[in-house]
């Protein structure tokens, strides 16, 4: 099956014979088919509920740590999350592109796990790894990202990097004004980790990628 359009075109060995496209539809590229602008909103939106919250999270954290319930609920959200980052287009990958997912999955997971000391420092992991997902699918709908050429092929992936790395630091900077929260180096370096891992994970199941 295809995740979207192609022409496939026939090449005909006998000379003066026009080639002929054929187009493949698939239900599912109907319904990829977002506008820029609900990308971006979408996208700006949960960055947006990410810094909004931030003033928040913390008491919300206490409270769940006090109930026994904090590290259950990360588990859970993680877990939540899990099936649409391995099966998200995965029928139009080839097997070793599926194979690279769940790799970088796992190192998602042994750095959320391993690295951050508190549950809800690895929530970090889970946020921004999105987050870096979020900005990959709102560039692929541009024709910057979807029909590169030979000059911007590192540009493609440099960009949505530099924008993670921006929406984590700017999620820092806030919290350096609010009073319940701190400044934190590490956590600059954790939301940058997960939005690059998740810019590899959109990577597996692009449309650019797919064309290469």
């Known amino acids: 099956m295809i995740d979207s359009i192609y022409s496939i075109t026939l090449a005909y060995p006998i000379k003066g014979v ?3 496209p054929i187009i493949l539809h698939h239900p599912v590229m109907k319904a990829q088919n977002i506008p820029l602008s609900v990308r971006i909103s979408l996208t700006t939106a949960y960055l947006l509920c990410i810094y909004c919250t931030l003033g928040i999270a913390r008491p919300i ?3 769940l740590r006090s109930t026994g319930i904090l590290f259950p ?7 939540l999350c899990l099936p649409f980052a391995l099966f998200w287009r995965y029928k139009t990958i080839t097997r070793t592109r599926f194979l690279m997912r769940i790799l970088l999955i796992l190192c998602l997971l042994c750095a959320a796990f391993l690295t951050a000391a508190l549950p809800e420092e690895r929530l970090h992991f889970l946020t921004y790894g999105f987050a870096g997902w979020l ?3 709102s560039l692929e709908a541009t024709s910057f990202f979807s029909t590169p050429s030979q000059k911007n092929k590192i540009l ?5 990097c530099l924008l993670v790395w921006l929406a984590g630091g700017t999620d820092e900077l806030i919290q350096w004004w609010l009073p319940n929260r701190v400044f934190d180096v590490r956590d600059i370096i954790f939301n940058a980790t997960a939005g690059i891992t998740g810019i590899a994970l ?5 449309r650019t990628m797919l064309t290469r």
């Not at 493609?156 to 949505?160: A, F, G, H, K």
């Not at 959109?202 to 692009?206: D, K, L, N, R, V």
């Open 202 to 206: 959109f990577a597996t199941g692009g």
């Open 156 to 160: 493609i992936w440099l960009v949505p």
């Open 73 to 79: 609920t990360v588990i859970a959200l993680f877990t």
């Open 18 to 20: 026009q080639r002929a």
């Open 135 to 137: 900005i990959c699918w």
């Open 61 to 63: 954290a206490e409270y």
